[in-house]
């Protein structure tokens, strides 16, 4: 049934619809008395149910799994934790299949291309699993093989996402927090690119221009006469994952060094080549016996384009210089801000949080105001529209992920120290390439504005009470909207209905719908008189309250 389209967008969007209807239920039934518990114990058992039907069901829901995880602005932590490990429990394809694909990709048979090949795949993954061969030429090779009917799966997946991520901007408040159709585009965009192994292949033999000069650090070679769209062939690398302590201690490889290595080449990546690896797990980088760091799987890559280069510049030297107009501008241009938010705020809160880092060790402060002054500071900005483009939550994860790494090697590295030497070397080539960026000059007019700063602490309260007022003024724009919204709840009701009357014919095999109809419409009707009845209360008990 998991290859039927209609299968998979009624399964995808019922079990949606259902986890809207649970979390409405649960903060109706919680508005005076919040269960934390309870919450989070919901949020688990949503988590657990999807990541069975995307194991399940394969296709979207792992990609997707995979790409949410990185979207620690729309899914809680919990949720988060749960689905992490959602990548590694794909279940393998037949070799009969991946032999079909290639045969059909190369137009021949692969015993032609191929002297020796192991049945039994190496690696699967959601769009692919890898085999282990040699060419007739003699090279060792990986060959990385698409999954059959992935393409029209996922095709079918996004149709289904399209509906639920309607749903979710017309019924739920995501709507006003988030860009949803620009996260679909966004989802679509980098799912797609990973469909399509030239791409990959491309991105390869990038970075392998790039670290070609660069001792220590290695790409596979990729052999590009045999790679089509669904057949990836690169150089197979021996080695194991760079986590492997008891390898590492095997061949007597200095972890302090080796972390040290990791973290120049990573970094080296992020400030100075524009385009970084965006999925750095330990399975996609390998330690061989000589302490060389090997860099693998380029499916997923991100991109820092020559604008955001520049904004991610202004938000820098903004913060430095203590500009912090320039921040909200630069985050603004970067997307980070939904065109409803208030800058302001978001620019009082800004330089609050960096000043108390900068004027104050918190380190030093009682703990209980530490926790408090950060608390507020974090609600202040949290209720704001404000999300996170997903190259940057590329970003944010692949650096979560190296940092783990990076610990796991050496428990007690300091990665500011260690850091510093490559960032500055960056810096210096920031300063060649534009003469007005002077260091020195920088830190001279830091330490004036240091200097003549308020404290922030006192400066808090002012702060959250014309925070206050703005949030007064948008209880104003809600109550103007509320009739809106009981008539979107009036929509869903009616929707909700439809797919019911549609599976009551189905289910009796009634070949017409005019019974169904009736039933459902009759229903809406009751519904929507009721609804209505209720409404016109609630708006005279309000009236009456407001006169009061």
């Known amino acids: 049934m998991k290859y039927y389209s209609l299968y998979r967008i009624v399964v995808i969007v019922w079990m949606s619809v259902k986890f809207f209807i649970q979390l409405q239920h649960f903060r109706r039934k919680s508005k005076h008395s919040w269960d934390q518990e309870r919450w989070q114990k919901l949020l688990k058992k949503q988590a657990k149910e999807y990541k069975e039907k995307a194991i399940r069901l ?9 790409f949410l995880s990185t979207r620690a602005d729309i899914l809680p932590k919990v949720f988060l934790e749960e689905i992490e490990d959602l990548v590694d429990r794909v279940p393998s394809f037949s070799w009969e299949k991946a032999r079909k694909t290639l045969e059909e990709e190369w137009s021949s048979d692969y015993e032609d291309v191929i002297d020796h090949l192991s049945e039994r795949p190496v690696a699967s993954a959601s769009i692919g699993q890898v085999y282990r061969a040699t060419l007739k030429s003699g090279e060792d090779v990986a060959i990385k093989i698409r999954r059959p009917n992935i393409r029209k799966i996922i095709r079918a997946d996004f149709q289904a996402l399209r509906i639920v991520f309607w749903l979710m901007d017309t019924f739920t408040s995501y709507g006003k927090q988030l860009d949803l159709s620009r996260l679909y585009d966004e989802v679509r965009s980098v799912i797609e690119d990973e469909l399509d192994f030239k791409k990959e292949l491309k991105n390869g033999l990038h970075f392998q221009e790039r670290y070609k000069n660069s001792p220590g650090y290695r790409v596979p070679n990729y052999v590009s006469e045999w790679s089509t769209k669904k057949v990836l062939v690169m150089e197979w690398m021996e080695g194991a994952r760079i986590t492997n302590l008891s390898y590492i201690k095997e061949k007597n490889i200095n972890r302090q060094e080796l972390a040290r290595k990791l973290l120049k080449g990573y970094l080296d990546q992020l400030l100075q080549e524009g385009q970084f690896h965006a999925d750095p797990h330990s399975g996609n980088i390998l330690i061989q016996e000589d ?6 799987d380029f499916g997923m890559v991100g991109h820092i384009e020559a604008r955001d280069a520049l904004s991610i510049r202004k938000l820098i030297t903004g913060i430095v210089l203590n500009q912090y107009r320039d921040v909200t501008d630069a985050l603004e241009e970067l997307r980070f801000l939904l065109p409803n938010s208030d800058k302001r705020q978001i620019e009082k809160a800004i330089q609050t949080l960096v000043t108390l880092f900068v004027e104050q060790d918190l380190t030093m402060m009682d703990e209980d105001t530490a926790d408090q002054v950060l608390t507020e500071v974090q609600t202040l900005v949290n209720k704001q529209p404000i999300q996170l483009p997903s190259e940057f939550a590329f970003l944010g994860r692949a650096i979560s992920t190296i940092v783990g790494i990076l610990y796991t090697l050496d428990p007690e590295i300091d990665l500011i120290e260690e850091g510093k030497p490559i960032v500055q070397e960056w810096i210096n080539r920031e300063e060649s390439t534009d003469k007005r960026y002077d260091p020195k000059k920088i830190l001279k007019q830091l330490y004036a504005r240091i200097t003549s700063i308020e404290n922030p602490l006192d400066r808090l309260s002012e702060e959250f009470n014309q925070h206050r007022q703005w949030e007064e003024s948008l209880k104003q724009r809600e109550v103007k909207a509320k009739s809106l919204l009981w008539n979107k709840h009036y929509g869903f009701i009616l929707f909700c209905l439809s797919l019911i ?22 229903i809406s009707l009751l519904v929507i008189l009721l609804a209505g009845t209720f409404e016109k209360r609630l708006w005279k008990k309000r009236s009456s309250k407001n006169e009061r």
């Open 58 to 66: 394969e296709g979207l829901l792992v990609k997707l799994g995979q």
């Open 501 to 522: 009357g549609f599976f009551i014919s189905h289910a009796f095999e009634i070949q017409s719908l005019l019974l169904p109809t009736m039933i459902t419409g009759g």
């Open 291 to 296: 302490s060389t760091v090997v860099f693998i």
